[in-house]
């Protein structure tokens, strides 16, 4: 079947069309070298798409996915719904194009027609397209200094993790080489370094859980177990070489804004004070473990310890374990350690919506075509991103739309849990997304075990011998694991952050609730940068895409206050107050705030502090560029 051509009137659309022809499955082989054509069986699964098989591939010739133009103008861009499609192929899997044109689509009608021909180029540099643009239209901050600059440090960081790695690397690329990095702990990894947990692993595709400028050929599953992660964020801190920046082993305590000298002290736990000119937070939000407040804790005689603080030397064999909460981490160390166990018993405040997980194994012959041809991997990261990001229309744009993944969820349960008593415990009374969706193909088997019983009876205390529920049983328990999840609406955990006039920030954010302008910069707080600060998290993609933007951003307001000669940049409390008001003007009609749950998303006014509730492309656009006048000067 031919696809419908129309021709582009205006630049824009053209552009776009040009990064929707990289992404056509049909045409894709008249682009690019014989050797991704024929990778196409390999590249195809790369979506994560179960529902792609060999009869995609026989058919190829005949699935109508490119987008066509009509009208007059870039408002007109739609696509065209396919006439037929080949058993076997999910709507998802074949119109990457489509989803492209939509993404263009929306920035059209939200902004103006200039991002569509900067988002094409993100597409582009995505695919290495980017190479091919003269020298002097590619841009990064250059981070020059004209002005001296007293403090010890251009810039310090504050976390080791993939945010201050990421912001370590980007500052070392833009010729800066006068800054530091602060980590608690002696390596460099945040939560990967921290959660060894059995069966840990991302939920997020290998391929985007990474940075875009830092491709893996080599992941060894679809979703990249922890070791792989933290082995790879210490690839990149010895490959760019930011050992000699690393402060290991220092926790900073504190940081105080220098009236005067205009820059900032951070001082560690060991006393040490350093200046810097501007500061970095990259301190994470699943860095502090959350435990429940439970009467009694304190008298359990076994062994208990969290998830983030795994007990490796614990034997299970023979035990009887309780487990309190059913998050992420639960999902995923349950099975693993119910076959060891002579009883587990799963207390379960909350049941979340588990989806099937689209993991496995990557075969050699396809990391041996990533790792030949650095396309592929390219194309495939950018399909399995637009494929991520169309969840946000049912997450954010209409939460209705959520219904309908509701049934496939609940078949899910169906089919996999035996029993229809636990079926039922397990099967939650709010609209899918609500709560963080979770991905497992072991969680809902391990559920079935004869050893394994889920209790939804609230705890009305721990004793020395075990935990007692709210209909009085007590039940025996060797150990208890705390699956509780971390303190996430604290973007900087314990860290004291002193701004203009002895201001802590905690204070600042008293009567307004937790907030920044695009969740980075602080009123108050010069030269501040937080990276995943308030409302930046995700729900649906990689958080990896949302710290590069922030990290851009970040550097461009650290580049004026050397180029410039500029000691400070203080967002004005207006462009702040504004922003976040539209901001949770939109958050209240998301499915978060209104799936019928309440979950750690939202703080204890009932406000959503923690995501951001569009395309993650939106955010991009909006941190492309740094605004100064809405900064004011010193």
């Given at each position: 079947?031919?696809t419908?051509?129309v021709?582009?009137?205006?630049e824009p659309v053209?552009?776009?069309?040009?990064?929707?022809g990289?992404?056509?499955?049909?045409?894709?082989g008249?682009?690019?070298?014989v050797?991704?054509?024929?990778?196409?069986p390999?590249?195809?699964?790369?979506t994560?798409?179960r529902l792609?098989?060999?009869s995609?591939?026989?058919?190829l010739?005949r699935?109508?996915v490119a987008p066509?133009?009509?009208?007059?103008g870039?408002t007109e861009?739609y696509?065209?719904?396919?006439a037929a499609l080949p058993?076997g192929?999910s709507v998802?899997?074949?119109?990457?194009?489509?989803?492209?044109?939509?993404?263009v689509r929306?920035?059209f009608e939200?902004?103006?027609a200039?991002a569509?021909?900067?988002?094409?180029?993100l597409l582009l540099?995505?695919?290495?397209?980017v190479?091919?643009k003269?020298?002097?239209?590619?841009?990064?901050?250059?981070?020059t200094?004209?002005?001296?600059?007293?403090?010890?440090?251009?810039v310090?960081i504050?976390?080791?993790?993939?945010?201050?790695?990421c912001?370590?690397?980007?500052l070392?690329?833009a010729?800066?080489?006068?800054?530091?990095?602060?980590?608690?702990?002696d390596?460099?990894g945040?939560?990967?370094?921290?959660?060894?947990?059995?069966g840990?692993a991302?939920d997020v595709?290998?391929h985007?859980y990474?940075f875009?400028f830092?491709?893996?050929p080599?992941?060894?599953?679809?979703?990249?177990p922890?070791a792989e992660i933290?082995e790879y964020?210490?690839?990149c801190?010895d490959?760019?070489q930011l050992?000699p920046?690393l402060?290991l082993?220092?926790e900073?305590?504190?940081?105080?804004?220098?009236?005067?000298?205009?820059y900032w002290?951070?001082?560690t736990?060991?006393?040490q004070?350093?200046t810097?000119k501007a500061?970095?937070?990259?301190?994470?939000a699943?860095?502090?473990p959350?435990y429940?407040?439970?009467?009694?804790?304190?008298?359990f005689?076994?062994?208990?310890?969290?998830s983030?603080r795994?007990?490796h030397d614990?034997?299970?064999?023979g035990?009887?374990?309780?487990?309190v909460g059913t998050?992420?981490s639960?999902i995923?160390?349950?099975?693993?350690?119910?076959p060891?166990?002579k009883?587990?018993?799963?207390y379960q405040?909350?049941?979340?919506?588990?989806?099937?997980?689209?993991?496995?194994?990557?075969?050699?012959?396809e990391q041996k075509?990533?790792s030949?041809?650095p396309?592929?991997?390219?194309?495939?990261?950018s399909?399995i991103?637009v494929?991520?990001?169309?969840?946000?229309?049912?997450l954010a744009?209409?939460?209705?739309a959520?219904?309908?993944?509701?049934?496939f969820a609940?078949r899910?349960?169906?089919?996999?849990i035996?029993d229809?008593?636990?079926r039922?415990?397990?099967?939650?009374?709010y609209?899918l997304?609500c709560?963080?969706i979770?991905?497992?193909?072991e969680?809902?088997?391990?559920?079935?075990r004869?050893n394994?019983?889920?209790?939804?009876?609230?705890?009305?205390?721990?004793t020395?011998?075990?935990?007692?529920?709210?209909d009085?049983i007590?039940r025996h328990a060797?150990?208890?694991i705390?699956?509780t999840g971390?303190?996430?609406?604290d973007?900087?955990?314990?860290m004291q952050v002193?701004?203009?006039?002895?201001?802590?920030i905690?204070d600042?954010?008293?009567?307004?609730?937790?907030e920044?302008y695009?969740g980075?910069?602080v009123?108050?707080?010069?030269n501040f940068?937080?990276?995943?600060?308030?409302?930046t998290?995700?729900?649906?993609t990689?958080i990896?895409?949302m710290?590069?933007?922030q990290v851009?951003?970040?550097?461009?307001?650290i580049s004026?206050?050397?180029?410039d000669?500029?000691?400070?940049l203080?967002?004005?409390?207006?462009?702040q107050?504004e922003f976040?008001?539209?901001?949770q003007?939109r958050?209240?009609?998301?499915?978060?705030?209104?799936?019928?749950?309440?979950s750690w998303y939202?703080?204890?006014f009932g406000?959503?502090r923690?995501?951001?509730?569009s395309f993650?492309?939106?955010?991009?656009y909006?941190t492309r560029?740094?605004e100064p006048?809405?900064?004011?000067?010193s």
């Open positions: 079947m031919a419908a051509a021709a582009v009137q205006t053209r552009r776009a069309q040009e990064a929707a990289l992404f056509d499955l049909v045409n894709i008249n682009r690019v070298p050797s991704l054509k024929r990778a196409l390999s590249l195809l699964p790369l994560g798409n792609v098989d060999s995609v591939l026989s058919n010739g699935i109508p066509y133009f009509d009208g007059e870039p861009i696509h065209s719904p396919p058993i192929v998802g899997a074949v119109t990457v194009a489509g989803s492209l044109h939509l993404a929306f920035l939200q902004f103006d200039e569509a021909e900067e988002f094409t180029d540099d995505q695919l290495g397209a190479a091919n003269p020298a002097a239209t590619q841009s990064r901050p250059e981070l200094v004209s002005a001296p600059i007293q403090a010890e440090y251009r310090a504050v976390g080791g993790g993939f945010a201050g790695l912001a370590a690397i980007k070392k690329e010729g800066v080489n006068k800054f530091v990095l602060f980590e608690k702990a390596e460099i945040g939560t990967w370094r921290d959660n060894v947990y059995p840990c991302c595709p290998s985007l990474s875009s830092e491709p893996n080599n992941w060894s599953r679809m979703f990249a922890q933290w964020q210490r690839h801190a490959k760019y050992r920046h402060r082993g220092a900073v305590v504190r940081i105080e804004w220098d009236d005067a000298r205009q002290r951070v001082t736990r060991d006393g004070v350093t810097a500061v970095i937070s990259a301190v994470g699943l860095s502090i959350a429940p407040k439970l009467e009694g804790v304190e008298r005689a076994g062994n208990a310890f969290h983030a795994w007990d614990y034997d299970f064999e035990k009887t374990v309780a487990v998050g992420a639960a995923q160390f349950v099975p693993q350690i119910a060891k166990v009883q587990l018993n799963l405040r909350t049941p979340p919506w588990v989806m099937s997980k689209p993991d496995r194994k990557m075969s050699k012959l075509i990533l030949a041809v396309l592929a991997q390219r194309v495939a990261r399909g991103y494929w991520m990001e169309a969840r946000v229309l049912g744009v209409d939460p209705r959520m219904k309908l993944a509701e049934v609940r899910y349960i169906d089919s996999s035996d229809p008593e636990l039922k415990k397990v099967t939650p009374d609209t997304g709560k963080r979770l991905m497992s193909d969680y809902y088997p391990a559920l079935n004869d394994v019983e889920v209790i939804t009876d609230g705890i009305a205390e721990v020395e011998h075990g935990i007692v529920t709210d009085g007590e060797d150990a208890i705390y699956g971390f303190h996430v609406s973007p900087i955990g314990p002193v701004g203009k006039g002895g201001v802590e905690r600042s954010w008293k009567d307004t609730g937790m920044a695009l980075v910069s009123n108050g707080f010069p940068f937080l990276l995943l600060g308030p409302n998290g995700l729900g649906h990689s990896i895409f710290i590069e933007s851009n951003y970040a550097l461009q307001g004026m206050l050397g180029e000669g500029l000691d400070s203080d967002v004005k409390p207006e462009a107050r976040n008001d539209a901001l003007e958050l209240d009609d998301a499915v978060w705030s209104a799936g019928g749950c309440k939202l703080d204890e406000k959503n923690t995501l951001w509730p993650t492309f939106e955010y991009w909006k560029n740094f006048e809405l900064y004011s000067h």
